[in-house]
């Protein structure tokens, strides 16, 4: 499996990004994806699950501000970023796994498949 995102760059606080994350390979046991971002000396976090019934979850943090989506007959995952803030900033990650991704609340335990990540840099 790979996974290939696109779509990171620069913006001003108050824009939106569009994050894509082509999957290839044998994809069709991964039923749980995820976007996970690290910034400059934090822990990754994860800032979008996509369940396999379809359910989303977000936490706070990004909550009414990011959508997470997936277009099945391309395997394209990806992530609707609007009204970005500084705090954004951040190198993104595309994930996926056969298995949950995302345990209670804002828990999550590292996927087995990520994608090697695109840069987003918001300024104020």
Not at 43 to 72: M, Q, W
Request: charged share 20%.
């Amino acid at each position: 499996v790979q996974l290939v995102e696109s779509g990171g760059g620069s913006v001003q606080a108050g824009g939106s990004l569009r994050l894509s994350c082509i999957a290839s390979g044998y994809t069709n046991n991964l039923y749980y994806w995820s976007w996970l971002r690290q910034a400059p000396g934090k822990e990754p976090e994860g800032v979008a699950f996509l369940e396999s019934d379809g359910s989303t979850y977000y936490p706070e943090a990004v909550e009414a501000r990011f959508a997470i989506s997936k277009d099945n007959a391309k395997t394209t995952l990806y992530l609707q970023m609007n009204n970005l803030k500084p705090e954004d900033t951040a190198i993104y990650y595309c994930a996926a796994d056969n298995h949950p991704i995302r345990g209670r609340g804002d828990y999550w335990r590292s996927p087995s498949y990520w994608g090697q990540g695109t840069q987003v840099n918001v300024s104020s």
